[in-house]
């Protein structure tokens, strides 16, 4: 039986000890083993599913109700056993349900000899809960499915290759913010804020396509790049022409060049696109400081004109942009010929957009017009191409943006990155401008761990959920080696962790080799190509868990279910019907003892057989049970076998 440890509870009680023993097999989430016929794919209003709940063979359900809110009302519809449970370790129940809205909110009423349950996306619940919680499918979705089918790579253009020397920014070629341009030789050290934002090592879009066979190696097919969109910094987030990549990156053509190279590959890629703020030197934002009645005075928020005016949290260089102006809403993505639009057309053809700071778009101070224009934008994109990924950058809670009707995904920091790293290292919150961090020297508990991740992905649907974007860090972040303090074991479980969870996993360009920074200018050197230099093990624990993700369907559209939680460990498993994959991590820093592990909580039957994909042991469940062997500080990924 799985054993969860609430540290905080007198006398070491555990859950499992004030629930009854069947209630940790009670599951359900959206994939298509609990929601039929589609799991939460292509549904449509007037469709008809059928939802399904999961419980042990003895687990004595006395009734089982669904429970819904059609139009407002509250609805219950009496659920049934299965007539087919071929499986003998299991009981399914069943309900049939119509689709009449475009968002369908539901949970389970549950009648036991020891009373009543709630069962919602956070799990059971004595209390009646909101309906915050509540599990939810979208009908009239449009989303992209590729992308389920991704493994992305982020690639900061400027380090990543130099495919192109002439096109080279040159020693002071141009001045900003008082600083002047600077070439930079591949290996030489970068300087410290401010002079490391115009300090360029030549990487470019052809040097991109130079090494998209290294990528292809990898396993890697799509790809994320870093603003490319031409700017006076190397990070290129101040952009001054969204009509034009930046000619030291190739200019267009090399866009161009560089669709076509990855269309013969079947690769996707995805731009970032930078709508909240614009650079100073912008000649939108140039003539309304010339001129205050200028047509693009309008597209900025001046308190007091020339010089004081709203910016991205004060950085004066980034001048925030004004969506109460319908004008700038038709440059950026209203109109026919609009930023977000151009670049999702032919020749160039992008697969989608990654938002800087979604987050905050569109909202100052009493002026919160961000569900407008987040709709507007969603249109706009999904007119143009019905399976563009638009992507959002949030560190915090976005469930508001991804109820179906704004974003497809969010980089997943709140929901996977944070927690996990909070526990293989230790709890700590930061905020912009403010160089000292809040933080605890203890690791976050395991318990705490996993409430986090279920509380993500309760706020949202759950087909959104196997879109979010899942990483390790990002050129805003130090990197994994680093915040592991070098320590490749729990790097190893790290990396395991993205590829196997719920959502689509990103690896950041260098962390595959063993790249390590300690802050998010670090996390910019250039790309090590001197092989000699690569951890070369670590690559190639890349490249099996990369060919894993994308050959096993189960991490792409398989349910998700938390079997154990212990001080240092936890186990999850990911089930379709014909595959299951179960993941054992022990953070360390001493070992796990071998012990049987308690499958029918997963629904998994006697005689399944798994084979670990490491040690290629296998192991069958008798009994129930799954006689794991010991496990150091790492990970096992145990691989169902086909009968």
């Avoid at 999961?54 to 519809?77: M, N, Y």
């Amino acid at each position: 039986m799985a054993v969860i440890n609430w540290p905080f509870l007198e006398n070491h009680q555990t859950l499992s000890s004030m629930k009854p023993a069947y209630l940790s097999s009670i599951h359900h989430d959206g994939s298509a083993r609990y929601v039929r016929p589609h799991g939460a794919d292509a549904l449509h209003i007037g469709d008809e599913v059928t939802l399904r709940l999961r419980v042990a063979a003895d687990a004595p359900i006395e009734r089982l109700l669904l429970r819904t809110c059609p139009d407002g009302e509250q609805s219950f519809v009496e659920m049934f056993p299965a007539t087919s449970q071929p499986n003998p370790a299991c009981r399914w129940w069943e309900a049939s349900l119509r689709l009449s809205m475009p968002v369908t909110s539901y949970r389970f009423l549950l009648f036991t000899g020891d009373g009543a349950w709630c069962y919602n996306g956070l799990g059971l619940q004595r209390h009646i809960p909101t309906d915050a919680n509540d599990f939810r499918l979208l009908a009239d979705y449009d989303a992209p499915a590729w992308v389920r089918k991704s493994v992305f790579y982020q690639i900061f253009p400027d380090r990543f290759a130099d495919g192109d020397h002439e096109s080279n920014v040159r020693d002071g070629e141009f001045e900003y913010r008082g600083l002047k341009s600077k070439a930079k030789h591949w290996d030489e050290t970068q300087s410290q804020w401010p002079e490391a934002m115009v300090e360029f090592y030549g990487g470019d879009l052809p040097g991109v396509e130079q090494h998209l066979d290294y990528l292809i190696d990898l396993g890697i097919n799509a790809i994320y790049f870093n603003p490319v969109f031409t700017a006076h910094s190397n990070h290129r987030y101040d952009v001054v022409d969204y009509e034009n990549v930046d000619s030291h990156l190739g200019g267009n053509i090399a866009l161009e060049s560089l669709r076509r190279a990855l269309t013969e590959r079947e690769m996707r890629f995805i731009l970032d696109i930078v709508p909240n703020h614009c650079g100073v030197m912008h000649p939108w934002f140039q003539a309304a400081r010339a001129d205050s009645s200028a047509p693009s005075a309008e597209y900025f928020i001046f308190h007091h004109h020339p010089d004081e005016y709203e910016s991205w949290l004060g950085v004066k260089s980034l001048p925030k942009l004004n969506y109460r102006s319908q004008s700038l809403r038709d440059m950026i993505y209203a109109g026919p010929h609009s930023v977000f639009r151009r670049w999702l057309k032919k020749p160039y053809a992008i697969d989608g957009w990654r938002v800087d700071v979604a987050n905050m778009l569109a909202r100052h101070g009493k002026d919160h017009i961000e569900a407008e224009v987040w709709t507007g934008i969603r249109q706009a994109v999904k007119s143009e191409n019905s399976q563009a990924y638009l992507l959002g950058e949030n560190f915090f809670d976005s469930s508001s943006q991804l109820q179906g009707d704004r974003l497809d995904a969010t980089m997943n920091y709140a929901g996977f990155t944070n927690p996990l790293l909070y526990w293989l290292d230790h709890f700590q919150v930061s905020q912009h401008g403010e160089p000292r961090r809040v933080e605890s020297e203890f690791p976050w508990p395991t318990e705490a761990l996993i409430a986090t991740w279920q509380a993500s992905r309760a706020a949202i649907p759950w087909m959104i959920a196997c879109q979010q974007f899942n990483l390790l860090g990002s050129h805003d972040t130090p990197r994994i080696a680093h915040v592991v303090s070098g320590d490749s074991v729990r790097n190893r479980l790290a990396v395991a962790f993205l590829f196997t969870y719920v959502g689509v996993p990103c690896v950041y360009y260098g962390d595959e080799i063993g790249m390590s920074a300690e802050d998010s200018l670090g996390a910019r050197d250039p790309m090590i190509w001197d092989s000699s230099r690569w951890d070369v093990e670590l690559r190639s624990f890349y490249q099996k868990l990369i060919r894993l993700r994308r050959t096993s369907s189960v991490l792409a559209d398989g349910g998700f279910q938390i079997l154990l939680s212990e001080e240092n460990a936890l186990a999850f498993l990911r089930d379709t019907d014909e595959e299951q994959i179960l993941v054992i991590g022990n953070r360390g820093p001493g070992g796990r003892a071998a012990s049987p592990l308690f499958m029918r909580d997963g629904g998994i039957p006697d005689g399944t057989a798994f084979r670990e994909i490491f040690t290629g042991q296998i192991l069958t469940v008798q009994n129930g049970y799954l006689s794991l062997p010991a496990i150091g500080a790492g990970v096992q990924i145990w691989q169902s076998i086909p009968q």
